[in-house]
């Protein structure tokens, strides 16, 4: 909770820990109506309504626009550095499961693939185990599987092939890069299921600070909330290509956040002066302007 006594046209507050900020200091977005409550009982005998029209003047604050939710507008007082930091994290994380969770299926489909290896071969051994019996250019020829014991229909490509041992040479040769494939592909998966698990760590750690911040309430992060957020963030950036975490920035300070602020507000103030005129005709010739000795007005231009 704030408290306060004196509001001014740059109104300052004051936190439980004493510590004070001006609201045209750091820009965030709340409800005048919810700090003016918080103040009531600093403020007796002021005008609340007042002081609420006095303070929807100031750049710092805002009332809820059309279409939001003016009920949870006490929710939105929070921590620029928080809202900054916590939405960054959080959304590279949801994007490298996303990405995890496409990749473990394409995996999926690739070792299914690769486990047909085994049906390639076993119908290379059958060919050559009957090739007595198999003429060449037929498409379908019953053999005997003599490890089963049974009787197998074998179908036969012999417009793609000039025999059917040259068939066979060609299934075991296909069956053994499927089978060196298969290996590739589980060592693949079993990253993919480490990265997984890293980026869901991750995640429970950031959901559990956010929940726990936002309980409390308060406006600022404590030490140590900063210190964990900062711990979430950089853990995130050092194991970025590990987990597959794309598009994160290397993370600073509130310190430094609020420099970077500070610099992009003098670099839009740059932005905004207008630009010094040039004298000239409006097709941007410019001309330089004499008096001649008997009093005359001379415009000349350099050639």
């Not at 030490?223 to 598009?247: A, M, T």
């Not at 040039?278 to 001379?298: A, E, Y």
Request: proline share 3%; with cysteine; glycine share 4%.
């Amino acid at each position: 909770m704030f408290s306060g006594s004196v509001l001014t046209s740059s109104p300052a507050l004051v936190d439980h820990s004493g510590t004070k900020f001006n609201c045209n200091d750091v820009p965030f977005v709340c409800n005048t109506r919810v700090i003016l409550t918080r103040l009531r009982s600093t403020l007796e005998g002021t005008d609340i309504d007042a002081l609420e029209d006095g303070l929807q003047d100031t750049n710092s604050l805002r009332l809820p626009q059309e279409g939001e939710d003016g009920e949870n507008s006490e929710n939105e007082v929070t921590c620029p550095y928080y809202t900054y930091a916590s939405n960054l994290v959080n959304e590279a994380l949801k994007n490298a499961l996303i990405s995890n969770e496409k990749q473990y299926n394409s995996l999926l489909n690739e070792r299914r693939k690769a486990e047909e290896c085994e049906n390639l071969q076993y119908k290379a051994n059958l060919i050559l185990s009957n090739l007595w019996q198999i003429e060449s250019g037929v498409e379908k020829v019953t053999v005997i599987d003599w490890e089963k014991e049974e009787e197998v229909e074998l179908i036969l490509n012999p417009t793609k092939y000039a025999s059917p041992n040259e068939e066979a040479d060609d299934l075991f040769a296909t069956a053994r890069k499927m089978k060196r494939g298969s290996q590739v592909v589980q060592e693949l998966l079993l990253k993919n299921r480490k990265a997984h698990e890293g980026i869901n760590i991750l995640l429970q750690e950031l959901r559990e600070l956010q929940k726990n911040f936002e309980d409390s309430g308060n406006f600022n992060l404590t030490e140590s909330e900063e210190v964990s957020l900062l711990s979430i963030w950089q853990r995130s950036c050092n194991s970025s290509k590990k987990l597959g975490i794309k598009k994160i920035d290397a993370p600073f300070t509130i310190e430094q956040f609020e420099d970077r602020i500070s610099e992009m507000e003098a670099l839009a103030r740059s932005k905004n002066k207008p630009a010094k005129k040039t004298k000239g005709t409006s097709n941007g010739t410019t001309f330089r302007h004499f008096d001649s000795p008997s009093g005359l007005k001379v415009v000349g231009k350099r050639l």
